[in-house]
């Protein structure tokens, strides 16, 4: 255990790495980031490595770092077993970076990274059972049970974008129909867009008009729905309503008592999505009145969240 | 603390209380039981009382008293908030019979005591992370995390019954559409085959025999499937397919490594209903080949798993 | 083929007929009830030629009878296989009739005889292919199709409250899942009303007071909605949106120039219903700017249509 | 009305014309086939008028020539409102031909001629009340009422492939979601196996060996299946599953007393999806025991059974 006041925390993404130094309160002191090659394993190492040792040059009394990444990490965190955007197998990331700077180094998943700095730090704050839902290109996820993150027997729990929400439903990146994440994730928005703009130009005018010819994607929904368009703003309370009952199979399996929602296209359009979440979930919440119901809260801290949360998590380790 | 080698484990029923001298190994020393009045708290709490005293009297070294019951109970364990089957909203039932008996009285939902005894001494020992069914005339449900039970921000967590799995599907009970419940459960059973007598009346006729003129219900489902009517066999397979893609859902959020089924349904039908199920859970689960997969075992300790569970919370608090 | 001016129509329900002399033009000249005895058929046969006899006495000219009932007719049109209300089974009603009265009878389902009515004289006229769609108890379908009654190979053809619309999906009378009349009729309403008022008695208050201790049927989400009960609305919209997922299967199969939307729960709140069918219907539609789109229309007729489509179809015949 | 027995039947399709002399019987008496560019209606054209003379000249007796394309026909049955596959829109096709050759030229879809085909000289003979499913790269259809072709108020009735079967479902290439055709055609079968690819590897090794490094399709999954592979085994039952759900509504809709089944992906792999269908189709047909039960049969006349159909239909103008 190593519980010093001072950690470092660094996010390593498809394209750069941010690293900071965060204090006991979560605050970040100093930052720095450096760009990476998602194909050269060694050049992202190199480059983290480089971010940590800068920083520690500057708080040499910094211990212990933590590493947040998208991706499967091994049970004792030492190890990327899996990671979705970069090339990574069975990486031993953390004996590496131990190894290129001399400090306790341990990884967590980014999902995990960023709920455990809302519970800690941000909006999740005092919630001792908490979800966290990251929307963006994906539907990432983190339990926080009675004030533990919830890992699973094989490194895979909170993969909240797979619940099935649809027997026969929609195709998913992962191969199956029906998932969360074929609903309401930024790549659903894009899909259900292109489709609309097929069964209705019409009604698809004002996205395709923000498209100006380019593929439509979330962020036309978003910027059609924003100039007032009813089919975009039917777009996203659609998302919305999808996760709302994606939240409600979440809350009959580990009740939390705060959702915490995150994530680009939260911050692009979460006053259009999480209102038509929220009375989703109301509405599909088994046993009201004989139970609490889950606060459902924004996220506050932003794409700092997975530094802060590394950061802090490694200070605790 | 009081972790001595014996206590006591009671589990309330609707109609029955039963109630153990349970040692640390999980091996019920002496068993006692009484018939309750499913209307009258006073006399269930003095039947309780009854069957604690008579077993304190036979194992005078007991001190500590664990209670199953259906229903919500309170963080601090030693209130019954809400009971499905017995007259008792916020009744204080630990603190009563602790002033009854001079013992240190635990409740604890019956769900999550079988489950704390499987994965203690029964088909579950050793799973850090587990997921338990009950298939009886509902779906209860069960979920352990790290060793611990996973009880929820409004102790409403494992309500597993209630995933909702078909967006527009069956009526529950709970008044919701599509829960797991309302497909894998005694009832959602009865009912399927009493439509499917109305729908197919010839497909039936097994069926209807077995029930013999009396309402179509889940036991008369098992003898027909017992006897190998195929349409009986159909409707069992049917239970586990759905019952699988519950539990890829739950994989999906609390990433277990072992699933222990019990529950009287399993005891009269495991046999037909868990290989679908297996199937169904392994069709439906995301990230395979990147993951493990849970297995799947039925119960090993039959209806005494509750008092079992309940002594030995009792013994660890 | 007796294309007379005047014919009698005569339209046998579970509890009472109502017969009339109708000219060429549908207008009803002169009518006349009488009560019955669905478990009687020979009361019900006197009872109605009773009634063409009273009528006939008062327009001699008259020489032929058409009788609207539900159920399956034989293609002759001269029997009742099977009916849901009346202990009628291979019942040759027509040549009873036409034995009590000398007059040429024909008999034919009240739902085609009601769409054939309001092709003829309400609010279809003029419409090829049209589609009669009866929203009470159950829901009652016609199809006209080039201007013909499509009766089908068995005589079951327009049993369009038995298209499936929802895999796994609600109860049916029939016996079988999903099928829209379990979300768009008397009953779907009542039973989702209740539900409701399970899953959430808070939202479900207005119907609640409505219903007054009687158990929730279709007619109590009426009136919370006319008093504006956000709920109740949302019950009738949601009623709505199912009947235009299942108008644009319909459309897919039959392409109908005209719906003509008529029965009690129309009468009732066909302002409430409608509108959202509309919309669900065009949303759900394929292949829009490339076909036409069916007009949406409520029926003019009211509880007459059987009687006076029965008078014209005997007319023509 | 043209009633010799000799007409002359053209199938205009994506890649090449067929034509030929059919006699009453609905013999094909000689045949003639040409290329066709489909981005270049006057090829087309040119190309069709060249085959007809060819047959013209050896048949002089002909006096009317029948076209089935694909597409949407104006009621008259001159002219091609819009083709899928051909650059025609709005285009007096009827009529041109008409010019080009001196003979009475009728165009009709392609599925409604096939369908017509098989009805009066295939395996629908004799059936009254029909509904043809042609299976290939989407769901075509057509149905037969009453000995009629139903073409419905804008020409877009019988468009079986855009039935909606599951709420929420896969995206069809009409923009919408849950088509029969997303589930039930060569497109399905290829996107379903793809996935299937992703969710389980090992499970799809026998179709990917099939495709031997190619992308996925429908052919491959038919391959394995003949080789005993019971992945690929259980994807085209599943292909039949859907259908005969579908093929229920379209029961519920028109009544057929014959299903004619057809197309290439029938003739490659019916022996393994037409029994899943026809269990399906009884399983959710409504009203069992009260109604007749469509025979359901492959189709006999191959492709052929479009220029076939187009000559009667011509031959009947």
Chains 1, 2, 3, 4 share one sequence.
């Not at 928005?189 to 069964?199: F, I, K, N, P, T």
């Not at 409600?248 to 580990?254: D, Q």
């Amino acid at each position: 255990m190593s519980d010093h006041a001072l950690a470092i925390g660094v996010d390593i993404g498809g394209t750069k790495i941010a690293a900071g130094a965060v204090d006991a309160a979560g605050r970040v002191l100093a930052r720095t980031t450096r760009p990476t090659d998602p194909n050269d394993p060694n050049q992202i190492e190199a480059a983290a490595a480089e971010a940590i040792n800068d920083l520690a040059l500057r708080y040499p009394e910094v211990q212990s770092v933590g590493v947040a990444a998208a991706g499967f990490v091994s049970p004792d965190r030492t190890t990327m077993l899996f990671a979705p955007n970069i090339a990574w197998r069975n990486q031993p990331v953390g004996d590496k970076l131990a190894a290129r700077t001399g400090l306790v180094v341990v990884i967590e998943n980014d999902a995990n990274a960023a709920a455990w700095a809302e519970n800690r730090f941000g909006n999740g704050r005092a919630a001792r059972n908490m979800v966290m839902l990251t929307l963006g290109t994906g539907l990432g996820g983190s339990v926080i049970a009675d004030g533990e993150l919830i890992r699973g027997a094989f490194g895979a729990a909170a993969e909240l974008g797979h619940i099935k929400v649809v027997p026969g439903g929609h195709f998913c990146g992962c191969g199956q129909e029906g998932c969360l994440e074929a609903y309401a994730s930024g790549t659903a928005l894009a899909r259900y867009a292109q489709q609309l703009a097929v069964a209705n130009p019409t009604g698809a005018e004002a996205m395709l008009a923000a498209a100006g010819g380019e593929p439509l994607d979330g962020s036309h929904v978003t910027a059609a729905a924003r100039q007032g368009d009813p089919t975009a703003i039917k777009v996203l309370e659609r998302f919305g309503t999808y996760l709302g009952l994606g939240m409600a199979v979440m809350a009959a399996v580990v009740d939390p008592g705060v959702f915490v929602i995150g994530g680009g296209i939260t911050e692009a359009a979460g006053d259009l999505i999480v209102p038509a979440a929220a009375e989703a979930f109301l509405n599909k919440l088994s046993g009201r009145g004989f139970r609490g119901e889950a606060e459902i809260r924004t996220a506050a801290l932003g794409n700092e969240a997975g530094l802060i949360g590394a950061a802090d998590l490694a200070r605790h380790t």
